[in-house]
């Protein structure tokens, strides 16, 4: 009897999960921000707990919608790009903020963070594209963040080998219309790497990441989901070039 029991609260809980079709996006409208702006002043489980509806109605049911909408955009630009509007797992990030190993014991994010990532991958660190909203700003990313060891060599042994295809990539019109080169890179060039490369700053890069700014009524607009499918696709050069180079498809 127990393991029915707890069979059928796995199965109602993968339910409450699971997307429901939900709300047309229309934007998400100034008061997203505004509960961003008032969790920041208060940042503790009380209050959180005490608005957790209006969390729910201001910010995360916006976020899956926006996801939903985005879904079918994603597609034409790659059908390895996934929109994933769970409530848990899927491409909006926590709420909760992993305290373990950070002085900063606020337990709740103040921005809305929704990775669209690759199917092949399981976390932040994989290929994908980004929209980020929050008192600290709002942006758009694209590429990698942070890639693991393997994928970072891989993507140093292309640079290395074809800089003149990287540069062409790099130097594309369409994506230096709208994006801006992101991340964080070494002081001094990797090891085993010429100083004197002619790309030598690209094989610096720790990250390999696009970014454009949005304004708040950008993002705040009912044509946010147009604009970030035009700004990806104008990027979808250089996310193939980063696929191409860790072997998974795009």
């Known amino acids: 009897m127990a393991t029915?029991?707890?069979?059928?609260?796995?199965?109602?809980?993968?339910?409450?999960?699971?997307?429901?079709?939900?709300?047309?996006?229309?934007?998400?409208?100034?008061?997203?921000?505004g509960f961003l702006a008032e969790?920041?002043?208060?940042?503790?489980?009380?209050?959180?707990?005490?608005?957790?509806?209006?969390?729910?109605d201001e910010v995360r049911e916006p976020a899956r919608a926006f996801i939903r909408a985005m879904a079918p955009k994603l597609k034409k630009i790659s059908a390895a790009l996934v929109a994933d509007d769970r409530k848990v797992g899927g491409s909006l990030m926590r709420v909760y903020r992993d305290v373990r190993f950070s002085k900063d014991k606020t337990p709740?994010?103040?921005?809305?963070?929704?990775?669209?990532?690759h199917e092949r991958g399981k976390d932040?660190?994989?290929?994908?594209?980004?929209?980020?909203?929050?008192?600290?700003?709002?942006?758009?990313?694209?590429?990698?963040w942070h890639p693991d060891a393997p994928s970072l060599a891989a993507?140093?042994?292309v640079i290395?080998?074809?800089?003149?295809?990287?540069?062409?990539?790099?130097?594309?019109a369409k994506l230096?219309?709208?994006?801006?080169?992101?991340?964080?890179?070494l002081?001094?060039?990797?090891?085993?790497?010429?100083?004197?490369?002619?790309?030598?700053?690209?094989l610096k890069r720790k990250d390999h990441i696009l970014v454009c700014d949005l304004e708040v009524d950008e993002a705040e607009s009912d044509q946010l989901v147009a604009l970030c499918a035009e700004r990806f696709t104008a990027g979808k050069r250089h996310m193939l070039a980063l696929c191409d180079a860790i072997g998974v498809p795009f």
């Open 176 to 185: 230096n219309a709208v994006w801006r080169m992101g991340g964080e890179s």
């Open 155 to 157: 993507i140093r042994k």
């Open 4 to 33: 029915k029991a707890k069979t059928g609260r796995k199965k109602a809980a993968a339910q409450k999960n699971r997307s429901d079709g939900g709300a047309e996006f229309r934007g998400f409208g100034p008061h997203t921000l």
């Open 39 to 56: 969790l920041s002043n208060h940042n503790n489980k009380e209050w959180f707990d005490a608005h957790k509806q209006r969390y729910e």
């Open 124 to 144: 932040v660190h994989a290929p994908g594209c980004y929209v980020h909203l929050g008192l600290d700003g709002c942006f758009l990313g694209m590429g990698m």
């Open 187 to 202: 002081k001094r060039p990797p090891r085993g790497f010429d100083a004197e490369h002619p790309l030598i700053e690209e």
């Open 108 to 117: 709740y994010k103040t921005n809305v963070g929704i990775q669209f990532r």
């Open 160 to 172: 290395a080998e074809e800089p003149k295809k990287w540069q062409r990539v790099i130097g594309d």
